[in-house]
T-cell receptor, first 112, second 113 residues
Framework: RKEVEQDPGPFNVPEGATVAFNCTYS??????FFWYRQDCRKEPKLLMS???SGNEDGRFTAQLNRASQYISLLIRDSKLSDSATYLC?????????????FGSGTQLTVLP | DGGITQSPKYLFRKEGQNVTLSCEQN?????MYWYRQDPGQGLRLIYY???????QKGDIAEGYSVSREKKESFPLTVTSAQKNPTAFYLC????????????FGDGTRLSIL
């Protein structure tokens, strides 16, 4: 089982739609969680951190369910510019070092 | 502006040649990382360093080497032992032993001639 799993998609949605991505992680001791966005042939960029109480940033809402070990990202009123790959990232403790583990990403295409 | 700089943006390697990818950061981060990304796939960790003069193998270290002589710099050498080096290489840094996210350079695309 992968340490961080995401549905690879692709998700093809019309402009204005609401779309949700889920991500599960295997290590119950995981410390922190993030969503990154990666455009084609570019580096990943931090979209938002995910807090235990859930958090919102404009059209984006992130939630964490520690009991079920999953995080989610909800995008409302999707725009063409939201088309990208969304990476779920979990900060796991590995031995004495903390390192981030990346999911393989979920591809989103917003259609006009 | 603080950030991470990777160079070159594009690199071509001949058979049997070693090449070195540069990564420099001025964010005062102790921890630095090298990832490899293949088309349509996620990031795989090659090497990471939590502090100067120390580094650890990641999941796919074979055929690669690194050094960490300065806090700001974490160069990656792709050796001739790496038989399939064509990929997108990403360098990242973060505050060590913290819950803060990583910041990425804009990557180097390596291809075989």
């Amino acid at each position: 089982r992968k340490e961080v799993e995401q549905d690879p998609g692709p998700f093809n949605v019309p402009e204005g739609a609401t779309v949700a991505f889920n991500c599960t992680y295997s290590n119950s001791a995981s410390q922190s969680f993030f969503w990154y966005r990666q455009d084609c042939r570019k580096e990943p960029k931090l979209l938002m951190s995910v807090y235990s109480s859930g958090n919102e940033d404009g059209r984006f809402t992130a939630q964490l369910n520690r009991a079920s070990q999953y995080i989610s990202l909800l995008i409302r009123d999707s725009k063409l510019s939201d088309s990208a790959t969304y990476l779920c990232v979990v900060n796991m403790r590995t031995g004495s070092a903390r390192q981030l583990t990346f999911g393989s990403g979920t591809q989103l295409t917003v259609l006009p | 502006d603080g950030g991470i700089t990777q160079s070159p943006k594009y690199l071509f390697r001949k058979e049997g040649q070693n090449v070195t990818l540069s990564c420099e950061q001025n964010l005062n981060h102790d921890a630095m990382y090298w990832y490899r990304q293949d088309p349509g796939q996620g990031l795989r960790l090659i090497y990471y360093s939590q502090i100067v003069n120390d580094f650890q193998k990641g999941d796919i270290a074979e055929g690669y080497s690194v050094s960490r002589e300065k806090k700001e710099s974490f160069p990656l050498t792709v050796t001739s032992a790496q038989k399939n080096p064509t990929a997108f290489y990403l360098c990242a840094s973060k505050v060590a032993n913290s819950n803060q996210p990583q910041h990425f350079g804009d990557g180097t695309r390596l291809s075989i001639l």
